[in-house]
Every structure is written in structure tokens, then in C-alpha cells.
């Protein structure tokens, strides 16, 4: 998809101005450094392109499962001197070395939030460890009926360091359940992820059938306004992390600008002709 697609990654546009990224490492899309840098070199160049991206739905290409987590060969490189493999004899040396490893995973996988589009994750089969971190970082989360989560990192000997600890007490209504799967590593089912908030809807019909809601959600997104669509997903972003009033304030200071956008007559006139209305990209037309 215009030069998108790399080694473990399909792109495709599936419906105007919606992407359709799919996970394609097999057999298990198991996360190796190379995999996790390309997955957040993607979305953050997509954003830097500025391409007419409106929505977009993150989902595997593997049938069975949607991540297995991260590769245990890497994992094991946290040992043995960090991503660079090169361990030293100091230990501050190392710290630091670990550190700045850990900040570019971080945020690698947190690249979803930073789009200015709505990111949709589909998930079906297994999604262990490091895949419950990716799909945290993005909007909105479906799940095959026979979705099976787990976070899983305390099993090997670490708390959870990618996203999941930060965001899941900000994205998710039960703290208790919560606390009780992240301290347990225990498997849990798709119905236990939409009672803890984890998941917003479990579809029925495996990998098709979570794809193909997914992309109806987009679709409708796709036909809404990409100022007010952009605008809203700040808004909701910084409400997560900040008070009611600083929220309210920072609110009126971007719909200060963004009100004046050509997007309300269109959508009004629109309204008033009984046809559906036409939003110019934010900054590029073509994908």
C-alpha cells in the first residue's frame, strides 16, 4: 500500500481512507526488535507524511492468533546487556544502556496514540504479554468471541514495562480484576476483557468476523470529519491524564482554532441537501 508494507506487515486500504495494518510474522507474530521498530516506524510515518488517513484497524494476518507477545529471544537480551546485546561490567553503565532500550519500546508501541486518526484493534486466538501493551495504546478495542488475553510478563520474571500497567488502570473500569490478571498472569477470556473494559465489543466469527466490524466502525469514522475526529481524540487523550478543568481549558483553547474550520458548513449544508459530506484531508488528498 503505497510503499507501507514491510517484512511483517501488510497495509492495505480497504475502504477509502481507512488502512488495514496486519501482524504477519509467523507463525506466531512473536515481537523480535526488528518487528517492534517497524510497527512504530509505520504509524509514526504515516503521521509525518501526512497522508489522508482518517481510521485505521490493527489485526493479525496469522489465522490463529492475534501476538504471542515478545519474541523470548529477545526477552532474554534483557540479561545479557540490553536490545544491543553488549553487556559491560558496570552496572550504572548497564542501567542506562537498559533504560534508553526500554524508553524506544515504549514508545514503538504507544505509536498508535499519537496518530491523528482513530486506531481500531481486531483481535481473535491468543493475545499474551506484549500484544495486550499494543492493542492498550489504541482507541478502541473489538475481540473474536474466542479471544484468549493474559498478561503474561510476570511469568517470566518482570512486570509488565511496554503499556500496560500505565494504561490499564487509565482504560479499564475493575481495578480489581485488573489487579488480580496482572498479578496472577492468569488466561482470561474475551467476556472477561469487556468486564474489565479492556475490549468495548466481543464479536462472534473468529478473525473474519472482528475484522469485518472493525472496519465498519471505520468506515463511519472515515465519513466524519477529520478536524472533529482529530480534535476529539486529543481532547479524550489529555482528559485521560489531566483534571476536569484543565481538560475544559485545554478544550477551549484548540476549539478556539478549530471551529473555524470549513468542515461545519459543509456538514450543515450537507445536512440541509440530504447527501453526505465532503471533508478535504487534513493536510495531504491522496494516501
Not at 544491543?84 to 526500554?102: E, P, T, W
Not at 504479554?129 to 478495542?141: E, F, N, P, S
Amino acid at each position: 500500500m503505497s510503499g507501507l508494507s514491510s517484512k511483517w506487515l501488510k497495509v492495505s486500504e480497504p475502504i477509502p481512507h481507512v488502512l488495514h495494518v496486519e501482524l504477519s510474522r509467523d507463525p506466531v507474530n512473536a515481537f523480535c526488535t526488528e518487528f517492534w521498530r517497524a510497527y512504530g516506524a509505520l504509524f509514526d510515518r504515516i503521521t509525518a507524511e501526512g497522508r489522508d488517513v482518517r481510521a485505521a484497524v490493527l489485526s493479525s494476518d496469522v489465522s490463529k492468533l492475534f501476538t504471542a507477545g515478545i519474541d523470548l529471544v529477545d526477552a532474554a537480551k534483557i540479561t545479557t546487556g540490553g536490545f544491543a546485546g553488549v553487556a559491560g561490567g558496570d552496572a550504572a553503565r548497564n542501567s542506562m544502556a537498559l533504560l534508553r532500550d526500554i524508553k524506544e519500546f515504549q514508545h514503538a508501541i504507544g505509536a498508535p496514540e499519537r496518530c491523528p486518526f482513530p486506531v481500531i484493534a481486531a483481535v481473535h486466538g491468543h493475545v499474551l504479554g506484549l500484544g495486550v501493551d499494543t492493542i492498550a495504546a489504541c482507541d478502541v478495542r473489538y475481540a473474536a468471541d474466542g479471544s484468549q488475553f493474559s498478561i503474561k510478563e510476570v511469568d517470566i520474571g518482570l512486570a509488565a514495562d511496554i503499556g500496560t500497567l500505565a494504561y490499564l488502570p487509565k482504560i479499564t473500569g475493575n481495578h480489581s480484576l485488573m489487579r488480580e490478571l496482572a498479578y496472577a498472569g492468569a488466561t482470561f477470556s474475551a467476556a472477561d476483557a469487556a468486564r474489565l473494559g479492556l475490549v468495548s465489543r466481543v464479536v462472534p466469527g473468529g478473525r473474519a468476523g472482528v475484522v469485518a466490524a472493525a472496519l465498519a466502525l471505520a468506515r463511519v469514522i472515515a465519513g466524519k470529519s477529520p478536524v472533529a475526529v482529530a480534535g476529539t481524540k486529543r481532547i479524550l487523550t489529555h482528559a485521560r491524564d489531566h483534571t476536569v478543568a484543565e481538560n475544559l481549558e485545554y478544550t477551549a483553547v484548540w476549539n478556539s482554532a478549530a471551529l473555524q474550520t470549513q468542515d461545519i458548513l459543509e456538514s450543515i449544508g450537507a445536512a440541509r441537501e440530504r447527501r453526505g459530506p465532503r471533508f478535504a484531508g487534513l493536510r495531504k488528498a491522496k494516501l
